[in-house]
């Protein structure tokens, strides 16, 4: 194995979720709300509560679902139905890879089966998947994108220092086998025909998510508003009670 190799698969190591698994007793609502969603690369995790049209919560990469217990516990103690799921590959679920498209299959599976759905409230790398899924037809009434990652991949792979020959080489075997590419999503393409309400969240301490490029996609979409912190960092901007009070007053709660 050459060097370049070598190192590629040490880049790819990472492109699996190390999220840890949600074990029973772990999950934020209790066993009876589960229920596995059936789908194009296998069953997804969900759980539910309350009654109506629900917030779907998305998390990030390397997180699970219990990343919206603050945020979601505040919904269902003010009678707001939730739901929440697990990734592919993260948390409880079983699928071996997660890539941006298979991603964005599991979203769209859970608002099909669960639906309707009256908002989505992703963060990170499961803003690219609440997206990916309204391209395919998923409709809420509202959006909710904290954190978007609107990098390229290779972009994020090159800040860590990495080369290109070794990027383009973890890329092609990621694609070898997974059958999927690390291309990154236009989220003003995708939200193009979208007719709901856009709210974007970003933190100007946050250097995974630029809130520069998060201002430029809120003034490109017609009507999206924007909501700027100086000094959360990338996780913790999806656990802050302020921002969750931004969010509930554009709701209209």
Request: hydrophobic letters at 40%.
């Amino acid at each position: 194995m050459s060097d370049v190799d070598h190192k590629a698969e040490a880049l790819l190591a990472e492109l699996k979720p190390t999220s840890p698994s949600a074990a029973p007793g772990q999950n934020f609502l209790p066993p009876q709300t589960r229920r596995d969603i059936p789908g194009e690369y296998g069953s997804t995790p969900a759980w539910r509560a309350g009654e109506g049209p629900p917030t779907l919560f998305v998390h990030g990469w390397d997180d699970t679902h219990r990343v919206w217990r603050r945020f979601a516990q505040d919904f269902l103690q003010n009678t707001r139905p939730v739901l929440v799921m697990d990734l592919p590959g993260h948390g409880a679920s079983k699928a071996e890879h997660c890539t941006p498209v298979t991603a964005g299959v599991a979203v769209a599976e859970v608002c099909a089966a669960e639906g309707p759905i009256d908002t989505i409230i992703a963060h990170s790398f499961g803003c690219d998947a609440g997206v990916r899924a309204i391209a395919a037809g998923a409709s809420p009434d509202y959006l909710i994108l904290i954190a978007p990652p609107l990098l390229d991949w290779t972009d994020y792979q090159r800040l860590k220092g990495h080369h290109d020959a070794v990027i383009a080489r973890a890329l092609a075997l990621h694609c070898q086998r997974t059958g999927s590419d690390m291309g990154r999503t236009d989220f003003r393409t995708a939200l193009a025909d979208y007719k709901g309400k856009v709210l974007l969240v970003g933190s100007d301490a946050d250097e995974s998510s630029p809130l520069a490029l998060i201002r430029d996609l809120a003034h490109s979409l017609p009507g999206a508003r924007l909501v700027e912190d100086s000094a959360l960092s990338h996780r913790d901007i999806a656990l802050d009670p302020r921002i969750l009070s931004e969010i509930t007053a554009f709701l209209g709660y």
